[in-house]
């Protein structure tokens, strides 16, 4: 049992380039989140998803997309990167109550 | 919308003292509240949680309490170890009703010094 696992661990952009972050679980959750964390802001939800084909914004959700095609990955792209998209993002998945994190994907924008 | 307030931001015990961090909650419909433990790059991991029809709960070192008038809940950790430094983040969801999210607090850096 991987749990959650995300793709890639570390990646530096390019104001205005794209990327999709891949977020994948094996198991078998209903639900999946995508999160932002800042130095002093905590954990802030971005977008997330309460089953495969379904997606909804959370708090801070401008400049994001995410896809769920399948139940087991949920995606997050970022169409054309900001600075201020420099952030370490995570993706959960989870059962009736507890979240599981992934290991998270440190992303830096120039 | 839903607010988690978390205090305080930091927070420096000696070690085998108790450290107490606190949050404060909007929604009253609220129904499930983790505390969540991060240590420097790693992900957040859950450390005791309680649900919304339970006024405290222990495991071992910790505990959390709840007052649902007041809408605070609270973590205990007694006799502090320096491998409990870390960030604490609280959070509060409506699980089972209109929402499906945790909103989280601030977090607390907490030092546990030798």
């Known amino acids: 049992n991987a749990g959650v696992t995300q793709t890639p661990k570390f990646r530096v952009l390019k104001t205005g380039q794209s990327m999709t972050l891949l977020c994948a679980q094996d198991m078998n959750h209903e639900y999946m989140y995508w999160y932002r964390q800042d130095p002093g802001m905590g954990l802030r939800l971005i977008h997330y998803s309460v089953g495969e084909g379904t997606t909804a914004k959370g708090e801070v959700p401008d400049g994001y997309n995410v896809s769920r095609l399948k139940k087991q990955n949920f995606l997050l792209g970022l169409e054309s990167a900001a600075p201020s998209q420099t952030s370490v993002y995570f993706c959960?998945?989870?059962?009736?109550?507890?979240?599981?994190f992934g290991p998270g994907t440190r992303l830096t924008v120039t | 919308g839903e607010n988690v307030e978390q205090h305080p931001s930091t927070l420096s015990v000696q070690e085998g003292d108790s450290a107490v961090i606190k949050c404060t909650y909007s929604d009253s419909a609220s129904n499930y509240f983790p505390w969540y433990k991060q240590e420097l790059g790693k992900r957040p991991q859950l450390i005791i949680d309680?649900?919304?029809?339970?006024g405290e709960k222990k495991d071992q070192r910790i505990a959390v309490t709840l007052n649902k008038t007041a809408k605070h809940f609270s973590l205990h950790i007694t006799e502090t170890q320096p491998e409990d430094s870390a960030v604490y983040f609280c959070?509060?969801?409506?699980?089972?009703?209109?929402?499906?999210?945790?909103?989280f607090g601030t977090g607390t850096l907490l030092a546990v010094q030798p």
């Open positions: 309680i649900r919304s029809n339970v």
């Open positions: 959070a509060a969801s409506t699980y089972g009703g209109a929402t499906n999210k945790l909103i």
């Open positions: 959960a998945s989870r059962d009736f109550y507890e979240q599981y």
